[in-house]
């Protein structure tokens, strides 16, 4: 079972060394995932595929968070300018 594990966190590793931009956030939740479902029942694939959807959503949910942040820091000023 931990060959089969070692070789699924080896292929998301070489998946995500192609394209790091598109899986932001999906090595992190996959390798957690993994482990989890791999103590959760032998189910590792599954809680890997299921860490990776939830990364990527979490990292896109900061990104849009930090840009709300930094539209909202650049409009305060213009508002403190026209008092």
Do not use: F, W
């Not at 998946?15 to 479902?37: E, F, R, Y």
């Amino acid at each position: 079972m931990k060959s089969i594990l070692l070789a699924s966190v080896i292929a998301i590793s070489a998946i995500a060394a192609t394209s790091p931009a598109d899986a932001k956030g999906c090595i992190k939740g996959a390798v957690v995932g993994g482990v989890a479902g791999h103590y959760a029942g032998h189910h590792g694939m599954l809680g890997a595929a299921a860490g990776c959807l939830y990364g990527r959503h979490h990292a896109k949910e900061q990104t849009k968070d930090q840009d709300r942040q930094r539209q909202q820091h650049q409009a305060q000023p213009s508002q403190q300018e026209k008092l």
